[in-house]
């Protein structure tokens, strides 16, 4: 062999060497969202490329309506994704489809202090934890400032409770010479019904992760859920939830002048940004007797328990939940992180806000958040039992006392028939 060719295969050897020493592996990150909630997700990406060389993410990305069903068949094919962003994490762990993580976060030292208990406690199932949310689905009092002003009404604040919010959305009501509503007070989300029992001191279930008993058909559950109904039917100061399948979401209502009031979540932000009127946040009103209560709840990341990488896997899962994957999440200001107690994430929540709106409200509510019931069942409980019965009453077929007994009745039938 001729000194160059010696020099080739040693520069041969040399390569593949480095090569070797420098492999990579690629794990997959499936995720949901829609075109203008995607751009944080590849950020993350770019962050964990830049902040190491030994794993590289390939993406899955679906929209919400057709992400489940294509996780759902790779779990059942032993090909689901490495990494995943799910939610009701119990009725996949229950399951065996997720990987536990309590000995990595004990070998790893990685810290959950600046995640609420509650949080934590919906990534667990069976005394184990399978993940971390990625942000907390926080409502707050989203308020047009220039009706307010033209009604001549002072702005909501931190010491309104029903009354007042009620009060509030009859004046800011107005119609045309045939009595319909041509500007609503106030529009509301028909899954956010929790909250308004919650904040009436009453429960849907004893537990929300172990349930043995039902509560919402309790006094204080039929006096909120009435409420709620009083508002749309009696009032008229809030559109029907059917009226809104023609009107438009929340959203498309308060962004273009049609509603005054929205409670809804940090995602609306960017959207409202663009409306023709000035606008801010405030707490959402506290119930009757002065009780606090928001969502406490919000997707995040899990691991498969098929996934051939899981040790990789776990490295990028504790940067997406850590104070880099949680610090670019927040700093898009369009969702309230989930360990809002790392100042540093929710610093730059509140630095990505807009100077005009009061964003320490969402900080500051997110504290006031009790968990929704999350147990394997739930789902099916709420869609076929619960939903259904609520649809009686705010379409006034139903008194909220009648439809919540009756709602109790086929909920206790259904946990005795398991």
């Not at 009501?173 to 045939?178: A, C, E, G, P």
């Not at 859920?225 to 508002?231: C, E, L, P, R, S």
């Amino acid at each position: 062999m001729t000194e160059r060719m010696t020099r080739i295969a040693l520069a041969a050897v040399l390569a593949a060497a480095l090569a070797f020493a420098h492999a990579q592996t690629t794990i997959v990150w499936s995720f949901w969202g829609d075109p203008g909630e995607l751009p944080p997700n590849y950020e993350v990406i770019e962050a964990f490329h830049a902040a190491q060389d030994d794993i590289r993410i390939d993406v899955q990305h679906a929209p919400w309506g057709s992400y489940f069903d294509r996780i759902q068949t790779q779990m059942a094919g032993g090909t689901a994704p490495d990494v995943m962003f799910l939610n009701n994490i119990p009725s996949y762990a229950s399951r065996g489809v997720l990987a536990p993580l309590d000995e990595w976060i004990a070998r790893d030292g990685f810290d959950t202090s600046t995640y609420l208990d509650g949080l934590l406690a919906i990534f667990s199932y069976d005394g184990q934890s399978f993940g971390f949310a990625r942000d907390n689905d926080t409502n707050v009092l989203y308020f047009n400032k220039d009706l307010f002003d033209a009604a001549g009404m002072e702005y909501p604040s931190a010491d309104w409770r029903w009354d007042d919010i009620r009060e509030a959305a009859q004046a800011l009501t107005v119609r045309d010479d045939r009595g319909r509503a041509t500007q609503y007070g106030l529009a509301l989300e028909k899954n956010r019904y929790p909250q308004w029992v919650y904040q009436n001191g009453g429960a849907l279930f004893d537990d929300p992760l172990a349930p043995t008993e039902f509560l919402m058909d309790s006094p204080e559950g039929v006096e909120a859920i009435q409420f709620i109904a009083d508002m749309i039917l009696e009032d008229g100061s809030v559109p029907s939830f059917d009226a809104m399948a023609q009107l438009g979401s929340t959203t498309e209502l308060f962004s273009t002048g049609r509603v005054a009031m929205v409670m809804t979540n940090a995602a609306r932000i960017p959207t409202f940004m663009d409306a023709a009127f000035t606008w801010d946040v405030a707490p959402l009103p506290a119930g009757p007797t002065g009780i606090r209560a928001n969502t406490l709840g919000g997707a995040g990341y899990v691991i498969s328990s098929t996934s051939q990488h899981p040790e990789e896997a776990w490295t990028f899962l504790q940067f997406l939940a850590g104070t880099e994957g949680q610090s670019v999440f927040a700093s898009t200001g369009v969702a309230v992180p989930a360990s809002y107690a790392n100042p540093d994430v929710a610093g730059a929540f509140i630095s990505a806000c807009p100077e005009t709106v009061s964003c320490q409200v969402f900080i500051d509510e997110t504290g006031n958040g009790q968990l929704a019931p999350n147990f394997p069942d739930w789902r099916e409980i709420e869609n076929t039992i619960v939903v259904p019965h609520l649809d009686l009453i705010y379409t006034g077929e139903m008194s909220a006392a009648d439809a919540l007994a009756s709602m109790g009745d086929e909920v206790r039938r259904f946990f005795a028939s398991r």
